[in-house]
């Protein structure tokens, strides 16, 4: 059975960091490329990054370009999303999400990343 | 500003049809497919269709896709209670070299 557990949200002040962790099981991590995307409170889905099977292609939205920065470990079937100079706009939900594209995309249950003072 | 334009809303009374558009561009919509995704409130969303028309093991086929041009639609025929949800169109747009998301359709069920 597939699964993807995403960790290491938590309550942040603006302009701190956090690192983001989705450990896979289930499939064959390295036949996937691997997304994030978030949902602000009461708003709608925003993709933020990619990385491909091997980790060496990854694609940001603008708006994360130069603060966040995605990575893998095919050794520990685990993705991650290191997050820089983070911002009230950046309070959401994060999702880990095998191959957003694909037909068989398999969302994690996300986590709460709160940045407030 | 969404990439992707979606109707804010949709509704119908159980057995309805019910058509969510989604209006792209020429750098996404216009020569990428599209994905569409269901969520729950409360819940993760979950693909429901892909490539434009596909469904996914488990999917009813009272859920279908099309595309033209710049457009695409998601229908949901013979609508059910528990298909009140958030809808989201998603594709990958070659000049933002990004994946792009609708703002999301909620559909009630009269």
């Known amino acids: 059975e597939v699964h993807l557990v995403e960790s290491g949200g938590d309550l942040v002040q603006p302009g701190g960091s956090l690192r983001l962790s989705c450990a896979a099981s289930?499939?064959?991590?390295?036949?996937?490329?691997m997304d994030w995307v978030r949902q602000a409170p009461g708003k709608g889905l925003e993709w933020l990054a990619n990385?491909?099977?091997?980790?060496?292609?990854?694609f940001y939205v603008d708006s994360v370009k130069g603060r966040f920065t995605v990575s893998r470990d095919s050794a520990k079937s685990s993705v991650y999303l290191q997050m820089n100079s983070l911002r009230p706009e950046d309070t959401a939900v994060y999702y880990c999400?095998?191959?957003?594209?694909?037909?068989?995309?398999?969302w994690g249950h996300g986590t709460l990343v709160t940045v407030s003072s | 500003q969404s990439v992707l334009t979606q109707p804010p809303s949709a509704s119908g009374t159980p057995g309805q049809r019910v058509t969510i558009s989604c209006s792209g561009s020429?750098?996404?919509?216009?020569?990428?497919?599209v994905n569409w995704y269901q969520q729950i409130p409360g819940t993760a969303p979950k693909v429901l269709l892909y490539?434009?028309?596909q469904r996914p093991s488990g999917v009813p086929d009272r859920f279908s896709g099309s595309k033209s041009g710049t457009s695409a639609s998601l229908t949901i025929s013979g609508l059910l209670s528990e298909d009140e949800a958030d809808y989201y169109c998603?594709?990958?747009?070659?000049?933002?070299?990004?994946?792009?998301f609708g703002a999301g359709t909620k559909v009630t069920v009269l």
């Open positions: 020429s750098s996404n919509i216009g020569r990428k497919t």
């Open positions: 998603a594709a990958w747009d070659d000049s933002l070299s990004a994946i792009v």
């Open positions: 999400v095998r191959g957003l594209l694909d037909g068989d995309c398999f």
């Open positions: 990385i491909n099977q091997d980790g060496s292609e990854m």
């Open positions: 289930g499939f064959t991590f390295t036949d996937y490329w």
């Open positions: 490539s434009d028309y």
